[in-house]
C-alpha cells in the first residue's frame, strides 16, 4: 500500500529524492512520515507532514537538509535529502498514521505509524 522508491548509494555532500506513492488508496492518511532505520540501531523519525495543513516536522539529526513535500493529487511524499554523509545510511521507510478521527500521540515516535512500506536503502560513502 506504501511504495517507497528512489533510495541507491551516493557519495558524502550528494543530494537524493525518495518517493512514496500510496497504491492502492484503503485508507485517508492523517500524517505521512519518513522514518530510518541504521544496523544495530532502533527505528529513528525523519521528517513528517499532515496530509492536509502545512506543517512539517524533522528530526534534529536532518534539520535544514532534508525537506519533506507532498502531491496530494498523485498521492505521492517525497523526501529531498541534502549534504549526505554517512551518518544517513540506513533504510528508509515511509510510513503513514491513518486518520480515525483523533490522534493524541507523537509524530515523532515510530510506534504512532500504522502502515509501513517495504523500505528503501540509502548509503553515503565517505
Known amino acids: 500500500q506504501l511504495q517507497a522508491s528512489g533510495g541507491g548509494l551516493v557519495q558524502t555532500g550528494d543530494s537524493l529524492r525518495l518517493s512514496c506513492t500510496i497504491s492502492?488508496?484503503?485508507?485517508?492518511?492523517?500524517?505521512m512520515g519518513w522514518l530510518r532505520q541504521a544496523p544495530g540501531k532502533e527505528r529513528e523519525f525523519v521528517a513528517a507532514l499532515r496530509w492536509s495543513g502545512r506543517n512539517t516536522y524533522y528530526g534534529d539529526s536532518v534539520k535544514d537538509r532534508f525537506a519533506i513535500s507532498r502531491d496530494n493529487a498523485r498521492m505521492t511524499v517525497s523526501l529531498q535529502m541534502g549534504s549526505l554523509t554517512p551518518e544517513d545510511t540506513a533504510v528508509y521507510y515511509c510510513a503513514t498514521i491513518v486518520y480515525r478521527g483523533s490522534f493524541s500521540g507523537s509524530y515523532f515516535n515510530p510506534q504512532s505509524y500504522d502502515v509501513w512500506g517495504q523500505g528503501t536503502q540509502v548509503t553515503v560513502s565517505s
Open positions: 492502492p488508496r484503503t485508507f485517508d492518511p492523517y500524517v
